[in-house]
């Protein structure tokens, strides 16, 4: 006998579609079958029952080989190498609820941590533009009901959020946007011919790294006034032709991705492209979007907003809070010695950061909190598997646009297994112990 789960929220992509239909075995023991996700929605659930997944913490040895312990041990060696660092960089955070993320917090606290998620190799600059002048936003709902007019730019949601498209941005139809696709105007802005700009009204195919000049042009081309004949490898014509589409649309969103945050110019291209939407706001209504990528990297800029005033980048080694993207973020510190262990929950930054700083990682006691098997945990001494969020255990995350989405539990962990959340607390409690608090 099974069971068919509904309105289950996937934890893999900023997009956190809540509309899975998940089938499990009678005793919730067993996942069979996951309706509605995407290939890699579908993916993250179903590989919960890889049969090669480690249910044990393992430490490595001298011999590059490994060592199965238990929670106990690895709790404590955590907690020892925590409250031993001077200045421990505690780095992830993008991939567990928010519960985890406000304990790991409390621990960065009181051990006097550098605390800093993924946005740090992605969305950090957006962050950053957004405190220097603001954003206009809205939610995804209101993409879906009202948005005639959408931009992708720098981001290629075909393969980096596979159901953006078919929920809320290109198809679907909604409350004044009743024709769906056939209502809709859709620019792509990209070097590459990607998958998304196939399915765009506009392709303009910008030269790689000049999209401040081509974010200003549009400002230019917005009021009428002289263009030269090409911006940004696109030709004029096409400019004008770009803005009068914005202009003329009832609702404009704009949607970027890591080809404009992290190409040359960074924060200053989003400074430009909000700059962009609130030009647009004078002829019509617009808003801007980042496009997140792990599923509740959103959520941990929340809680350390709350919890610090400061959404990455966040150095509490003084006893306060300080945020200086550029110093205090991870390859920064790491590249200039000035960490002496690793934290690593939620994220792979040996898949992700330079070389330098994984060399940087695999040099200093390290601890990685991840169920799978990853190029972070290979480096790592201490590797703590733990349940999937949003599979094996729920909690809170937040989407792309903000709205905060309480996952859901739809299957039992192996017998035994910890949570983040009751691995960070284990860890945070033996911390008091140690440092008598
Ligand atoms: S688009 Fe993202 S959230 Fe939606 S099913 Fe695919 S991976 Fe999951």
Same mark, same amino acid.
Request: net charge negative; glycine share 10%.
């Given at each position: 006998m099974?069971?068919?789960? !509904? ?8 997009t ?14 067993? *996942? ?7 290939? +890699?929605?579908?993916?993250?659930? *179903? ?22 312990i238990?929670y106990?041990e690895?709790i ?16 992830g955070?993008?991939?567990t ?11 960065g606290?009181?051990?006097?941590a ?6 740090? =190799?992605?969305?950090?600059?957006s *962050? ?13 709902g209101e /993409? ?11 981001c290629? &949601? ?7 498209m ?5 198809? &679907? ?9 056939k ?5 792509? +802005? ?15 195919? +910008?030269?790689?790294?000049r ?8 400002r ?5 006034? !002289?263009?030269?004949? =090409? ?15 914005l ?10 991705g ?45 809680v ?20 200086n !993207?550029g ?10 010695d000035?960490?002496?262990s690793?934290? /690593? ?8 950061f330079?070389?330098?700083?994984v060399?940087? +990682? ?11 098997q990853?190029?972070?945990t ?6 703590? &598997? /733990? ?8 909690g809170?995350?937040?989407r ?38």
């Amino acid at each position: 006998m099974t069971k068919t789960i !509904p309105d289950v929220v996937c934890p893999f992509c900023g997009t956190l579609c809540d509309d899975l239909e998940v089938v499990v075995s009678d005793d919730g023991k067993q *996942l069979l079958e996951v309706y509605n996700a995407c290939a +890699i929605g579908a993916e993250k659930f *179903l590989h919960s029952q890889a049969e090669d997944r480690l249910t044990r913490p393992r430490l490595a040895q001298e011999d590059g080989s490994w060592k199965e312990i238990g929670y106990e041990e690895a709790i404590e060696y955590t907690a020892q190498m925590l409250a031993n660092s001077k200045k421990p960089l505690m780095y992830g955070w993008s991939s567990t609820n928010c519960e985890a993320q406000g304990v790991g917090s409390e621990i960065g606290e009181i051990t006097g941590a550098v605390m800093d998620n993924t946005a740090t =190799v992605c969305h950090g600059t957006s *962050l950053i533009a957004v405190q220097d002048i603001g954003i206009p936003h809205c939610t995804l709902g209101e /993409v879906k009901n009202r948005a005639d007019r959408v931009v992708f730019w720098g981001c290629n &949601p075909a393969h980096a959020h596979p159901r953006h498209m078919s929920r809320y941005s290109i198809f &679907p139809r909604g409350f004044f946007t009743g024709k769906g696709h056939k209502g809709r105007k859709v620019i792509v +802005i990209d070097p590459r011919k990607t998958d998304t700009a196939n399915v765009a009204d506009v392709h303009l195919q +910008i030269e790689q790294g000049r999209d401040y000049e081509l974010l200003d042009a549009l400002r230019v081309a917005f009021k009428g006034l !002289p263009l030269p004949d =090409v911006v940004a490898g696109i030709p004029k014509e096409q400019i004008y032709e770009a803005a009068e589409v914005l202009k003329s649309g009832r609702f404009v969103i704009i949607f970027f991705g890591m080809g404009v945050t992290q190409s040359l110019g960074k924060n200053h291209n989003i400074d430009e492209a909000i700059a962009v939407t609130r030009d647009l706001n004078e002829y019509t209504k617009a808003a801007i979007m980042p496009m997140r990528g792990h599923y509740n990297v959103t959520g941990s800029g929340a809680v350390w907003g709350w919890q610090f005033g400061f959404p990455f980048a966040v150095d509490l080694s003084r006893g306060f809070a300080r945020y200086n !993207p550029g110093e205090t973020t991870s390859n920064d510190l790491l590249r200039r010695d000035e960490v002496d262990s690793v934290f /690593v929950l939620g994220s792979d930054p040996g898949a992700h950061f330079p070389f330098s700083s994984v060399k940087k +990682i695999s040099e200093l006691p390290s601890v990685c909190i991840d169920p799978h098997q990853t190029p972070t945990t290979a480096v790592c001494k201490l590797h703590v &598997p /733990v349940a999937f969020v949003g599979v094996e255990v729920g909690g809170c995350a937040y989407r792309m646009d903000n709205v905060p989405i309480e996952t859901r539990k739809v299957v039992d962990a192996p017998e035994g297994m910890m949570t983040d959340e009751e691995f960070l607390e284990k860890v945070l409690g033996r911390i008091k112990e140690i440092k008598g608090e």
